[in-house]
């Protein structure tokens, strides 16, 4: 069953007339099962019109609704879909293993690679048990040491980023959230493999940064990327999360915005409806910009991925500065 938004509910209502027209269908008489058949065909097509328009005009707001809906393809979608011979890797070898980061190394289109993203997990226990894809210090020191280790075995690192922010409790402070993210950060921009950032759902903060300080990033078509989630921006400037939908407006968090800006580098369609309708295509699609990312980069030696990485991050920001 699909979750429908809260802008969704006019497809809703023609999406469960059909449902209940389909339920009448095998009941009654041929001539009768002829003119439901006409009349689902003729809601289906309308429903599917209006489907592609609320999609094609989405507001940041609206964006951000889909970026976060529950039914999106996870970490384990990505790479199950993906990724062959995946072998996971857990523990940041100084606390305990975050189950809000995942990764491993497996194959991708036959080249070995490591992969590292958050995963919120699909239902009301496995999202507790991924702390939502909030990471604590030690998902961001596992991330580090597993981009350490492509380092040394020359795999590609493959990065899925889809987090509201890093875990703000006390506990994550007390173990050093901040330098945390800084040292995956550096990592990311340390190596000499080639990094592919992928933004999937919720970029956030520096939570997101950690994993995402790629030599390309790509974006998902309704996926947000921002140094602070909405709602977060809402409550620091006009001390109330409840302007959030103005908050996005001004931030400049689509994939559109930001392809526009340069800080992502690719942004791939999802399926009419958005990444959670039919998520296989959308999986499919991102697997093929990934594979395209890499290819630009198998003449470059570390020397110069390196060079690359910091180099785009630093000029990010400079265009029109005097």
């Known amino acids: 069953m699909i979750s429908f938004l809260d802008f969704e509910k006019p497809i809703a209502e023609l999406e ?3 449902h209940e027209l389909r339920q009448l269908g095998g009941d009654g008489e041929a001539n009768l099962e002829i003119d439901i058949d006409e009349e689902v065909g003729r809601l289906q097509a309308k429903a599917d019109q209006l489907l592609r328009e609320t ?8 964006k951000v609704q889909v970026a976060r809906h529950p039914n999106r393809p996870q970490f384990n979608d990505y790479v199950s879909a993906l990724i062959d011979d995946f072998t996971p890797l857990s523990g940041d070898r ?20 490591m992969v590292i993203g958050h995963e919120k997990g699909t239902d009301t226990q496995s999202r507790v048990r991924h702390n939502f894809g909030m990471a604590r210090p030690e ?13 040394r075995f020359g795999l590609a ?9 890093a875990y703000p409790g006390i506990g994550a402070e007390e173990r050093g959230q901040a330098e945390a993210i800084a040292r995956s950060t550096e990592t990311c921009l340390d190596i000499r493999v080639p990094l592919i950032a992928c933004i999937v759902g919720e970029g956030g903060s520096g939570g997101a940064v950690a994993l995402a300080t790629g030599n390309s990033v790509i974006m998902l078509e309704h996926a947000v990327y921002s140094v602070i989630s909405p709602e977060g921006c809402a409550s620091i400037l006009w001390h109330s999360a409840e302007r959030a939908q103005e908050a996005a407006e001004a931030m400049k968090l689509t994939a559109q915005d930001l392809s526009e800006l340069k800080v992502v580098d690719k942004v791939v369609e999802e399926s009419i409806g958005g990444a959670h309708r039919n ?24 020397g110069q991925l390196r060079h690359h990485r910091r180099e785009k991050f630093l000029e990010m920001g400079g265009a029109g500065i005097a």
Do not use: H, N
């Open 157 to 165: 690192v493959i990065t899925l980023v889809d987090t509201q922010g």
């Open 139 to 151: 998902g961001y020191r596992k991330a580090a040491r597993l981009m350490r280790l492509a380092d």
């Open 94 to 113: 100084a606390f305990a293993d975050d189950k809000a980061v995942a990764g491993g190394i497996g194959r991708f289109q036959g080249r070995s690679v």
């Open 279 to 302: 998520p296989a295509s959308t999986v499919a699609a991102l697997g093929e910009a990934i594979a395209e990312a890499l290819a630009g980069f198998d003449d470059s030696d570390g």
């Open 16 to 18: 469960s007339k059909i």
């Open 55 to 62: 999609y094609d005009r989405l507001t940041p707001w609206q």
